[in-house]
């Protein structure tokens, strides 16, 4: 397995980051100041006692955010981001709707929530500052029931709620916001992947770094009550928090091998789980209400977290063997799965059938399960899929775009509607859905890439070059964007005015990169 975060190496007077392939994409990065760097992490305090600033927290998430994506293992499975943001975002309702403290959404620098999943195994999810909490494959193939996924998901979101990050990195005002994501990408990277550990050219500083990352039994409780206050205003089943603890209780029995890396991540105590059950003897719950959804997100993760051709035969058996038992969620996933690897291997029609039977299953269910909360959402995306592979472009976009009524914000649509419109040849469209999406996201390169992409087809040179220019200021690469806004401006054919225009984004840009320079120790400010 790759390594999902950037390997971190510490001296005395620098620290560098290199690629997870240890290429030539190394970088040094100049602390502010000399010496060593300082390892002792205070006792947690209120979550108004931050050392770090709102400001700086956001940076250092964004900093961080942006090196996970960059990694193979960041999962760019648009369904999966859906239902996790869908998920994610009606519990980071609940939070607000309850008034828990940090959850508020006002202010220029309120964290906003964003989920993701990482292409791993393991059990585990993690939170960074900023909002953005990832989880891996792993968590969303074993969770019995969406509420044990909700109970792991609200337990992160009171992690970022009452700053546990920022409270426990005590790190000095003058210290670099570059260097504290370094920091933190090194300890997330031995966090998640034990094995790393073995691998990187890290000193003894940065492993006690590590150590006092790792979450005290304070911090876990805290979440704790904050993750079951959000559950239980959520609708979903309470006992799903202790029914994950009593599964990582079990685990935590076991050799540290085998260990899963939530264990690790997150001390586990016989209290917290005994805290559980007793904040819920008083609750009301019945059977775990799951949706159709989480049923077939687990067969995405399943696929996402294969390791290569070689285990394909082994996924293929696994659904089949889903499909062959007497149970009709595993013959839905089943079905399901054998539909993604037919669409992965071009074969069209067999996808086509094999969706057909899914969805058939899934109505089956819905009658004899009133409980289940019915949703066609992934049998439609998926169709879209197929047919815009089909070469049904006209048909796609009408129908992506009555979909996207009901779910604006659904990435998996926004990707299949953009690809529909470029494939017939439909670059008005595009663009003005785009003028749009680059307004209101202006920080996911995604969609400046689409947008650069469009004015490559419409041979409009300076435009392009300007679109890739803000796809790398979304990426944090500055100098690149200011290059290719070079070249934009010094093309022949631009009016004076769009010359201009680009020539002042270019200036705006190297004063970002300036003081990005100043803040890295990299450059003096000027007097």
């Known amino acids: 397995m790759q390594l999902l975060y950037p390997i971190v190496a510490y001296s005395q007077n620098q620290v560098t980051i290199q690629s997870p392939n240890n290429t030539a994409d190394s970088k040094i990065i100049e602390p502010a100041l000399g010496g060593t760097l300082p390892i002792q992490l205070p006792d947690l305090g209120d979550n108004s006692s931050s050392n770090l600033s709102e400001v700086d927290e956001k940076r250092i998430g964004e900093k961080i955010i942006r090196a996970i994506k960059k990694d193979p293992d960041y999962s760019n499975n648009w369904l999966i981001y859906d239902y996790l943001n869908q998920l994610g975002q009606n519990l980071v309702a609940s939070a607000r709707s309850q008034k828990i403290s940090g959850a508020d959404a006002s202010g220029p620098f309120a964290p906003e929530f964003e989920f993701f999943a990482v292409k791993d195994k393991t059990i585990n999810a993690f939170a960074l500052p900023g909002g953005y909490i990832g989880v891996h494959t792993g968590l969303l193939t074993l969770s019995e029931n969406e509420s044990e996924l909700a109970s792991v998901l609200g337990h992160e979101i009171g992690h970022v709620t009452q700053k546990h990050i920022a409270r426990g990195v005590g790190f000095g005002k003058e210290s670099s916001t570059l260097i504290l994501a370094a920091m933190l990408l090194a300890a ?31 911090a876990e409780r805290e979440a704790d ?7 239980q205003a959520s609708g979903l089943d309470v006992s799903g928090m202790p029914g994950f603890f009593q599964k990582m209780q079990k685990a935590n029995s076991i050799s540290d091998s085998g260990v899963p890396a939530y264990v690790r991540t997150h001390p586990q105590s016989f209290e917290r789980a005994a805290d559980m059950q007793n904040r819920i003897r008083n609750q009301a719950s019945g059977k775990p209400n799951s949706s159709l959804e989480f049923y077939l997100v687990q067969t995405l993760a399943k696929i ?9 035969v082994e996924t293929k058996q696994y659904f089949q063997e889903q499909i062959n038992s007497n149970v009709l969620i595993k013959n839905m996933q089943g079905y399901f799965g054998l539909t993604i690897l037919a669409l992965a291997e071009k074969k069209n029609q067999e996808a ?14 819905e009658l004899t399960n009133p409980q289940l909360k019915k949703s066609s959402y992934f049998f439609d995306v998926t169709g879209l899929q197929i047919n815009l592979q089909m070469g049904n472009f006209n048909q796609v ?7 996207l009524k009901l779910r604006p914000n659904s ?12 494939a017939s040849g439909n670059m008005k469209g595009a663009l003005t859905w785009l003028d749009g999406k680059t307004k209101v996201d202006k920080t996911d390169s995604l969609w400046w890439n689409y947008l650069a992409r469009t004015y490559e087809q419409e041979n409009k040179a300076a435009l392009y070059h300007a679109a890739v220019a803000e796809k790398y200021v979304a990426e944090g690469a500055l100098p690149a964007a200011i290059m290719q806004l070079k070249i934009a401006s010094e093309l022949n054919g631009n009016s004076f005015y769009q010359a201009s225009e680009f020539e002042a984004r270019k200036r705006q840009i190297e004063q970002l990169y300036r003081e990005e320079m100043i803040e890295n120790g990299r450059l003096e400010r000027r007097p």
């Open 397 to 403: 976009s009408n129908n992506a775009l009555s979909l």
């Open 188 to 218: 997330l990277a031995v966090k998640n992947n034990p094995n790393a550990a073995q691998g990187l050219a890290v000193g003894g500083q940065a492993l006690a770094i590590q150590n006092q990352l790792a979450y005290t039994r304070d």
């Open 411 to 422: 990435k998996s649509l926004n990707v299949i509607y953009l690809e529909s419109l470029l």
């Open 304 to 312: 996402e977290q294969q390791g290569g051709p070689s285990e394909l």
């Open 225 to 231: 009550r904050i993750g079951f206050l959000i559950l």
């Open 352 to 365: 086509m059938t094999l969706l057909k039977k899914s969805r058939d299953v899934a109505n089956k269910i």
